[in-house]
Antibody, heavy 129, light 105 residues
């Protein structure tokens, strides 16, 4: 069974740092793009960042560019999100999600790697003094 | 950046109704669009990808259409388990729409 388990959330002061982890199981982790999506309390979904299967390509929302860093350790089947210079508006539940198709799938366009077909349960980040 | 605008923001409907939600992109995105369903306190669930492809295990009452800038999610006969919030997402720069809440009438 494909599973994603986020961890690392908590309470942090404005300007602080936090590293989220997402442990993956049940699939060939290195073959799939991965993403982070967040949801502030009572708000909609906001895409945060994505990374290719190899880790060679990374993408960020403008709201976190320069502050957050996505990475992965394919030997540990783990996705990370390093969050620095945290702000109150970063308070949210953070979900990791798996890409729909493996990155070596022939005859598909870029988007098929980044549709999110399996999601974790989320980890909560609260930025407050 | 590409902006995604969903309408309506909320809709009240009854079991058995046909429900249509629209999503408009601020620029053309070909068919690079997904629809997700989210229930309170739960992670989102992929319903439709590439604008019209039904994700495995999703009931056939869900369908998607459109290309370019205008897209539609249709629920042909609303079921009790379909009351939720629905989001579109474009797969060019990954932004989501603001969501459409489907409520019981």
């Amino acid at each position: 069974e494909v599973q994603l388990l986020e961890s690392g959330g908590g309470l942090v002061q404005p300007g602080g740092s936090l590293r989220l982890s997402c442990a993956a199981s049940g699939f060939t982790f290195s073959s799939y793009a991965m993403s982070w999506v967040r949801q502030a309390p009572g708000k909609g979904l906001e895409w945060v960042s994505a990374i290719s299967g190899s880790g060679g390509s990374t993408y960020y929302a403008d709201s976190v560019k320069g502050r957050f860093t996505i990475s992965r350790d394919n030997s540990k089947n783990t996705l990370y999100l390093q969050m620095n210079s945290l702000r109150a508006e970063d308070t949210a539940v953070y979900y990791c999600a798996k890409g729909l198709l493996p990155v070596d799938t022939a005859m598909v366009t870029f988007d098929y790697y980044y549709y999110m077909d399996v999601w974790g349960k989320g980890t909560t980040v609260t930025v407050s003094s | 950046d590409i902006q995604m605008t969903q309408s309506p923001s909320s809709v009240s409907a009854s079991v058995g109704d046909r429900v249509t939600i629209t999503c408009r992109a601020s620029q053309g995105i070909s068919s690079w669009l997904a629809w997700y369903q989210q229930k309170p306190g739960k992670a989102p669930k992929l319903l439709i990808y590439a604008a019209s492809s039904l994700q495995s295990g999703v009931p056939s009452r869900f369908s998607g259409s459109g290309s370019g800038t205008d897209f539609t999610l249709t629920i042909s006969s609303l079921q009790p388990e379909d009351f939720a919030t629905y989001y579109c997402q474009q797969a060019n720069s990954f932004s989501f729409g603001q969501g459409t809440k489907v409520e019981i009438k």
